[in-house]
């Protein structure tokens, strides 16, 4: 199947009824509209040592911006400029800001909302163009605004003048300038996305902050915003009066903020916001300059090395900054300039130890968490640069996980009798801003245990097992499974093939006793599902959450003892495989992508290998390696029911890796790090990009980037593969680390686990819907790890424990709440335990040595099965691949040998 095709099927799908909201096109509401801008009277470009810069003679906004060295290129959406020629769309070179006088209140301008004529002014020096504003404003503003495009010292820089020419005193306590890149998909197949778009990500973090600009597939130069002068990044704004369509092909305009008092007084009031507000006064005939520059950063990869070049504040946190209070953290920062303060927000949510310099140039900070919540470390430089970092603080891993645990098979856990939709005995989806279960949704998934939306709590809580297994919960679950997910969820159709049903709450109200639906509850929209659209087995995404569900069981039941007593190992592991192949029977069309968490497939096959059940093996491997043919023959194999996705790169990836097809892992790979960044932010350090998934699986129901949505912990599985392979890239273990730790991040202090977090200014709050998370947990069960690593920018590193780094050793103590996987990545050794814990890990670096310390039995555990990377060993015997090792009342130590 070509890519045009493919991607044409899931338009087809978009438009018959899933996303029926989102027929309308970009363009529709706008079309229609007169012509402002004044494109016709056309064109000028200059040229500075990075960029060819375009801009619209009439405006003096940006029509184009082109790296010189890919001069085809442009960042900007000067592609449908023809489209976007409208009043109130925003470009590049637009102006935002609100201003009152000392008796008025906050009045908002922007010099996008009425297109007028500029008028040009002279220039000289190093400005490529200037206009004065004035005149695109209305009446009542009082201030002259002028705008400049500059070459300074070869770089692009954008300068806005503003002169208050009153005899009074005037506040701006509002100032952004919109960040219009080319993020519109629209109408495009996959190919034509990843040659002409980009996504951008902000590090919102005051003089230090900036915006990074990538292409859809990763490679090539990055494009970065970086603050001139007097622009600080301060909040970042979505622009909603943007008259254009957002959608899922559009996640819609945002602005960069330098000033943003006037809105914490209004919209965002009483919302705690990543940075302190500002604003500045403007005393009678004051004039200020606001400026941003734009730069060229070689890669992805690259971009702090720019960052460094470009005398901008570089921080580094280790393992990131969704901080377990158990976890001594490490901050390495660097710039040109000494640092004069340091001041936690609130006072005492961290503890700040420190510096240490080391040869690189690096201050080392030892950083811990002392207060559960979001915290913010704020850095004052002599040179007057600020710098935010934001944390957030959670509670040691092991206790997140057994909160969340709890909290599903208790608040969550629904044994109410149901005769009509036969719930009963299952982990239903959870309003947290009401505290009670939802029983009834519009989305019928929502209810009916089923999609990410709906399957999300069950699968959570089956996760959770896998990292932490509890009798008590696994004794609910196994009712799950046998009264509700078997003949409910899923059921046979034929010789053993496992369907799974798209939701078992449904919509009928002709055939229901009167009583049944809630009145209160519009049922008239296309996502309130009749039985026969919530009985189809036709979507494939549903099959994984399954599988993982039997999986896990299988684990349980075969690597421990007496935790699961309603069916053998095998039972589980041959269900698991069963719903496997159905979804490639009975949901072939949706079974061409990938899925998330699609990584369990490869784990069934892997076991039903070490289990000696080759037959079913290899008819996995045959069905897996058509789908991964298929992708192999596809430029960019990321097509979903979406017109562009970031969860089906996980499995993508995975099985390109299996059999080795190394250039379209490699595709993936650079593609997942287009949209998961690294920078000084916990919600943005390692967050996937997903901004649609709040309409189907949220409550504030709204196009919107979501803060670490399941993407971040499914993606960091194919990052952290990825960086294990290649364990110099330390780039990727930031980001896949980041991406581990973010899908914990929400969970809140008594264990619910929401769909994600808000990142509206208004909002920054979690979800209170339960929603899709659970996808999101099983990215954090299945990846959970400790990682050591000698970096030679920052000596030894623990990712995942504590690290003392003694004369000749190296000993970490692991703070995961599974602990049961260790990177040490001098030795390339990867050590894994499908049961045991391990406690501690030590390893001396002039002999090579290692050892862990495996934690002492329990009634349920009373060996420790531990597997080891080829070229080491452990002195037991074998079962399975893994090392058998007796458990003892102690903890027990031991080594690990190379062969």
Known sequence: ???????????????????????????????????TLGISEGFSEFKTREFTLKLVNASQTVAGLYPNSNPDFDFTPGERIDIRDKDSIYYLGDLNFRIKTEQGDWQSFSTATERKQVEKLSVSGNQLAAADLTNTLP????????????????????????????????????????????NILEGKTLDQTHADNVFF???????????????????????????????????????????????????????????????????????????????????????????????????????????LQESRPVAVGVPGYVLPNDVEAQLFLKHHSEISNMQVFPTGALNVSGPEKNEKGFFKYTISGKKWGRARLLITYQDGLTQSINYKIIKPESDVVSDFGHFLLTEQWFDEPDSIFGRTNSVISYDYELKRQVKQDSRAWIAGLSDEGGAG?????MMKQFIQPEKSEIEKLQKFIDETLWGGIQYQEGDKKYGVRKSIFYY????????????????KTWAAWNKKGADDPGRSYNYPHVAAAYWTMYRLSRYHEKLVETHDWKWFLENAYHTAMAMTELAPWYAEFGQMEGTVFLYILQDLKNEGMLDMASA?????????DHWKSLNYPFGSEMPWDSTGQEEVFMW?????????????????????????????????????????GGKLSRIERQIHHYGSGLNAIPV????????????????????????????????????AFHSFPSTLEIDYLSGDYGSGFFGYAVNSATYIVENDDFGWLAFGGNIEDQANAIEVSITTAAKNKVFLQPESLWIELAAGKIASFRYLKDSGKVSVELESKDIYTPYAYVKVSEGWQMDFPKERGYYKIPLKEKPLEMEITRE
């Open 1 to 35: 199947m070509k890519n045009t095709v493919y991607f044409f099927l899931a338009f087809l799908f978009i438009t018959n009824g899933l996303l029926a909201q989102d027929k309308p096109t970009y363009w529709d509401n706008i079309k229609e509209r007169e012509s």
């Open 139 to 182: 009446d009542s503003n009082p201030l002259k605004i002028k705008r400049f495009y500059e070459e300074k010292d070869g770089d692009l820089v954008l300068r806005f003048q503003i002169t208050n020419p009153t005899q009074n005193s005037v506040e701006i306590g509002a100032l952004g300038a919109p960040m219009a890149f080319n």
């Open 201 to 307: 990500d902000p590090y919102i973090g005051q003089d230090a902050g900036y915006l990074e600009v990538k292409h859809l597939t990763g490679e090539g130069e990055v494009l970065l915003v970086l603050p001139e002068e007097n622009m600080p990044f301060e909040a970042y704004r979505p622009l909603l009066d943007d008259p254009s369509r957002r959608s899922i092909v559009f996640e819609g305009v945002h602005e960069w903020m330098a000033l943003s008092k006037a809105y914490t007084e209004n919209e965002w009031k009483d919302v705690p916001q990543w940075n302190q507000a500002s604003a500045v006064v403007l005393d009678p005939g004051q004039t200020i300059n606001f400026a941003l520059k734009f730069v060229l950063a070689p890669s992805i990869g690259g971009i702090q090395n720019t960052l």
């Open 457 to 461: 709590s069950w699968l959570g809580a």
């Open 508 to 523: 009928e109200p002709e055939q229901m006793p009167e009583g049944t639906y809630s009145d209160s509850i519009n049922y």
């Open 620 to 628: 996995l491997e045959s069905e897996m390696k058509k789908r991964a």
């Open 656 to 696: 390109s890796d299996y059999f080795g097809y190394d250039q379209k892992a490699e595709v993936t790979l650079n593609a997942i790090l287009a949209y998961m960044p690294t920078m000084p932010h916990w919600a943005y350090n390692g967050n996937a990009r997903r901004y649609w998934d709040f309409l189907y």
């Open 720 to 755: 952290l593969k990825k960086y294990r392979e290649t364990p110099d890239d330390f780039y990727l273990l930031k980001v896949g680390y980041g991406g581990l730790l973010g899908a914990i991040s929400n969970i809140t202090q008594d264990g619910f686990g929401p769909a």
